[in-house]
Structures are given as structure tokens and as C-alpha cells.
């Protein structure tokens, strides 16, 4: 579908669609979210099951906020795997944990991690809105906190009954959820700048850094595979992407093959797509380069996964929709990566990412600069070798993977939304400063 064909006021196209497409600016998606809930909320707010009208109460100056976390993805998914060290580093002083789960459990494991955390962790997947709406209301929820938006299988319409008293959209969805129900987006000055605010129904909540929590570095649990064990050649140059199929845009597939032109014996590592796989090597060889140099990686366990990410020697990003967890996956593994930032929050992420990991050089604004960039890198290996040695030896400290000092900064937001709230006033931009200060953390 070409994004000239699209009319993002028409309230039957799912805003998350609109996000990976070329040429839909963020204010046009800030339309689209709004209008299509709009028949949704109408039949909410004028039916037998209207949300009442609650008037929060709480103790004035309350040091420990009761916090909720609403998601169909505490289990292994790639939104509890990046959180699921933030929420352990939470200062139990500070805030008191809440999880609602409308997912059954996928048996893999992390569900019992994270229910380790929560102080009360209740599955609500099978309960209406309503229902649901109800048990927060009877926790007595100072901040509900949304991990889906408009992601598959959301429950972004339970937040219209208006459970908690602020309600904030964070990490599931890069954009605006164009409903007043959520006060604000928690977020970066990189992802969205001042410019932008205009683009969010909500208040933007900005952390010092990459909105994006990350664990610890740490060394992988399984030993890296030998590029043979991998399906990889013995020489030659590895481009990698791990995005999913659906990311890949013709103007991506075009950069990558002149890429593949341009740097000789040079391979493209992708994720294999049943769906997708035979169709990007027809379209290779329609841009002239052989098929065989498209090798697709299986699918493998999170710690197989993991473990062959420094076998790549460049990943590179897709636009407009960037990495975000695959992006941090490969500079937990010191892998760089290069990225086009668009004016989107979904276009910005891997710039943010690669900000708070201390390579911003790797940011470029244009397809040519990236094609550039990209192709200077894999053409000078000892300009290559030296950025990766370089960014191995401090990675461990840079801002992305500091997870303790990244809490604490998340708990000072949730401090200024409460405050705000007490004093009586909307929902405002907030901008924590950038503290002179990095944390230590275990490698």
C-alpha cells in the first residue's frame, strides 16, 4: 500500500499501521489515533457501561506511590525483557507495584520473574473493561501505566473508565495515542523534541536519556558460534537486520542492495520469514545483486539469539520504523549500528538508543548519508575494528545500560505527575534534568 493511497483521517485505519508508513508525518498519525476510537469511545461514554465519575482522593504529600503496570506482555516478550530489570531496581520506598496481565502465560518462564516483583500481580485476561476497570479503581491506583497502546491485543480502551487518577503511555507504542483518557507519553528529548509537542495528545514526560530501559551489560550466557555453526560465510562482510519483515520498505531494500553492490564478498544477515523470505531474494536479484548473499538466520531461543549477535560486523536500521529492542539487543552485544532518524517517534528510537549509548556518529539524517556511512564503515576495517574496540571498552558505562540510575529517574517523573496532581494542575511537559552523575553497574 503506497502511503499516497492512505487517508490517515479515515477512522478505519489502525494507527499502529500508519507508523511503519513512508511518508505519514507524526501529525497525520496523531489524527488517525484520534478518530479511529472515536465510534468506540461514543458507544463507551453513552452506554449502560459509561465509567463513572470518581473523585480521587489521597493522602496529602505521600512518599510511596501506588503504581500499576497494564500489559498483555509479562511473559517472554521483548517489552518484559527490557523492563524486567527496571522494575527489580524499583526503590520499594518509593513506589508500590501492580501488574494486570490480560495475556495468558506463555510457560516460557519470565512470567514468574516478573510476579516475583509485583507486589500484587493479578490476570485479568479474562475479565471485561469494566471489571477490570473496577479492581484498579478498588487498589486505589495513583498511576496506571500502559505498555500496550496500539499494539495486537491491547486493552487500551479500559483506560476511558478512567481508573487511576493520571494514566500514562509508555514503552509499547512509539506515538501518540490522541485520547484524553492518557495524561501523558513518557519519552526523550531525542525521540521527540520541543518542535513536536504539537504531534502528542499527550504531555510529554522526558527522561534524561533514552526514554528505553535497558539492563546491565553483561557477558552472554552462551559462548558466540562459530560463522559456520550460523549459516555465515567464513569471509566476507556481515550487514545485518534483525527487524521484522513488515519493516523492510522498498527505499530500505534499495540501500541495503546498493550496499551489497558496493562492498564486494559482502553478505545480508536477516531474521527468516516464511512469508517473506523468497520474496526479498526475487527482489535482490531484481536490484542485481545474487540471492545467495541474503543468508536468513532461524529462529532460536533468547540466549542462542543473543549469543550470535557479534557475529555481525554492521547492523543496519530500517526507516521510518527503526529498531528499538533490536537495536539495543546489538549494543548490549557491542555491536554498532547505523540509522536514519526521521521526524517520528518510531523514526527516532535507534538515534536515541545510539545517543545514550555514546554513538551519535552514528546517526545520519539522509539515505544517502546513510548509504554513505554505512559503506565507508564496512570499506576500512581498521576505522571499523577501532570504533568497536573503542565502544566495547565503555559500554558498560554508558547511559543505555545504567538501570539503576534509569529508575531512579523514572520514579522522579511518577514524583512530578503525582505532585502536579495533588496541586490541582493538568498534565505539563516535564523535563527531568540531565544528572552530572553515572551510576556504576555490574557488567
Not at 213 to 240: K, W, Y
Not at 259 to 288: I, M, Y
Amino acid at each position: 500500500m503506497r502511503a499516497d493511497m492512505v487517508d490517515p483521517a479515515a477512522a478505519t485505519w489502525p494507527p499502529f499501521l500508519l507508523l511503519g508508513m513512508p511518508g505519514i508525518d507524526a501529525a497525520e498519525q496523531r489524527v488517525c489515533a484520534t478518530r479511529w476510537l472515536s465510534e468506540r469511545l461514543s458507544a463507551l461514554r453513552t452506554g449502560p457501561e459509561a465509567p463513572p465519575a470518581v473523585q480521587f482522593q489521597g493522602p496529602p504529600g505521600k512518599a510511596r506511590l501506588r503504581v500499576g503496570y497494564l500489559s498483555g506482555d509479562f511473559q517472554q516478550h521483548a517489552t518484559a525483557m527490557l523492563m524486567v530489570e527496571m522494575l527489580e531496581a524499583h526503590d520499594r520506598n518509593r513506589v508500590e507495584l501492580y501488574a494486570y496481565s490480560h495475556a495468558e502465560d506463555d510457560g516460557k518462564g519470565m512470567r514468574q520473574r516478573l510476579m516475583a516483583v509485583f507486589d500484587v500481580f493479578r490476570d485479568i485476561h479474562t475479565w471485561d473493561d469494566s471489571r477490570a476497570a473496577g479492581q484498579m479503581r478498588d487498589d486505589q491506583l495513583d498511576i496506571l501505566v500502559d505498555l500496550k497502546g496500539y499494539t495486537q491485543g491491547s486493552r487500551t480502551l479500559l483506560l476511558a473508565h478512567r481508573p487511576a487518577p493520571i494514566q500514562v503511555s509508555f514503552l509499547g507504542y512509539p506515538g501518540t495515542l490522541g485520547q484524553d483518557f492518557v495524561d501523558y507519553l513518557i519519552s526523550d528529548r531525542f525521540v521527540t523534541p520541543h518542535a513536536a509537542a504539537g504531534d502528542y495528545q499527550e504531555a510529554l514526560a522526558c527522561m534524561p536519556h533514552s526514554y528505553q530501559p535497558r539492563g546491565r551489560v553483561s557477558h552472554l550466557r552462551q559462548p558466540v558460534p562459530t560463522r559456520q555453526a550460523a549459516g555465515l560465510p567464513a569471509q566476507g562482510f556481515v550487514f545485518a537486520c534483525f527487524n521484522q519483515a513488515w519493516k523492510l520498505t522498498p527505499a530500505v531494500f534499495d540501500a541495503w542492495c546498493e550496499l551489497l553492490r558496493s562492498v564486494p564478498d559482502s553478505v545480508l544477515w536477516l531474521l527468516d520469514d516464511p512469508q517473506a523470505s523468497g520474496n526479498l531474494r526475487n527482489e535482490a536479484l531484481a536490484r542485481g545483486v545474487l540471492p545467495h548473499r541474503l543468508i536468513f538466520a532461524p529462529d532460536l531461543s533468547q540466549a542462542e539469539h543473543l549469543a550470535r549477535l557479534p557475529l555481525m560486523d554492521l547492523m543496519l536500521d530500517t526507516w521510518p520504523y527503526n529498531a528499538h529492542t533490536t537495536a539495543s539487543d546489538a549494543l548490549s552485544a557491542g555491536v554498532p549500528l547505523v540509522t536514519l532518524t526521521g521526524a517520528t517517534f518510531a523514526s527516532r528510537v535507534a538515534g536515541g538508543l545510539l545517543q545514550a549509548a555514546g554513538l551519535s556518529t552514528l546517526i545520519t539524517y539522509t539515505s544517502a548519508d546513510y548509504v554513505a556511512l554505512a559503506r565507508a564503515l564496512a570499506l576500512d576495517p581498521p576505522r571499523l575494528q577501532t570504533l568497536r574496540r573503542e565502544f566495547e571498552a565503555r559500554r558498560h558505562a554508558a547511559h543505555l545500560f545504567d538501570v539503576l540510575a534509569y529508575t531512579a529517574d523514572l520514579e522522579a517523573l511518577y514524583a512530578q505527575m503525582w505532585a502536579r496532581h495533588e496541586a490541582g494542575l493538568p498534565p505539563v511537559a516535564i523535563d527531568l534534568p540531565t544528572p552530572v552523575r553515572m551510576k556504576k553497574t555490574d557488567a
